[in-house]
């Protein structure tokens, strides 16, 4: 399988010849853009005064959300290749028909949670990796690649909270953890995310390599082999 795994994205930066290493510079690619983690959205209690919160969604994304989405396509469009976009609230049939003519699933930003309900809604969660074992290749940013996650509840947990009961099952594409840390790689997040960790493995079997990316970073997945790439300092847990 080849994945690509972004804190924020990778096109006109540094990373894209790492990207191109995965495609083979072909230049008459068929991307399928999904924005659903991108959604308007709030989160609201399913009842008053409750701790269980759901999300709503908002009638309608900012013209800027709008304009982002269009100069993004334009982007892969200027370099030769066909986009389509893929919003995992449509019909389950019809994104899985689109998807099986693809060969690269472009999963963008925002919230994970809302992300990983529409991929497990949509049957997407059942069908991802028959189409990376076929040779699609997958990149994300932020939410788009921590969808990918055995585990997307490591940031969740305070030291009050208990971590059972929670749906935070990703569709374990990888035997790692991606971890985007957006402004900054330093000393100070990297020690909270170390608690973290500690703190979850005393209370359940927690086993994966956490790996923390920067802004300018990607894991880079090729078969067995892994890499943490990109500027600046690179660290996992």
Partial sequence: ????????????????????????????????????????????????????????????????????????????????HSVVFVDLKEDGDEIKKKLESVDVIDVGGG??????????????????????????????????SMLVNPDIGFTWWGPEEKWEGMDHVGLGIVDFIFQPLHGGNDEEKTKNLIERKKHLQSLVDYPWKIYLVGDGQAIKVNGDKIEHIGEGLKKSI
């Fill in 111 to 144: 919230d994970v949670n809302w992300l990983l309900d529409w991929a497990k809604k949509s049957k997407f969660s059942e069908y991802l990796k028959s189409l990376l074992l076929k040779g699609v290749v997958y990149t994300g940013s932020s939410a788009g």
């Fill in 1 to 80: 399988m080849k994945l690509f795994l972004t804190a924020n994205r990778f096109l006109n930066t540094p990373l894209e010849k790492d990207f191109l290493e995965l495609v083979g510079d072909r230049t008459n690619l068929k991307v399928a853009i999904i924005p659903t983690a991108g959604d308007p959205i709030e989160w609201i209690p399913e009842s008053e005064g409750g701790k269980v919160y759901k999300a709503k969604l908002l009638p309608n994304k900012s013209e800027e959300s709008i304009g982002w989405l269009e100069s993004y396509k334009g982007g892969w469009e200027k370099r030769g």
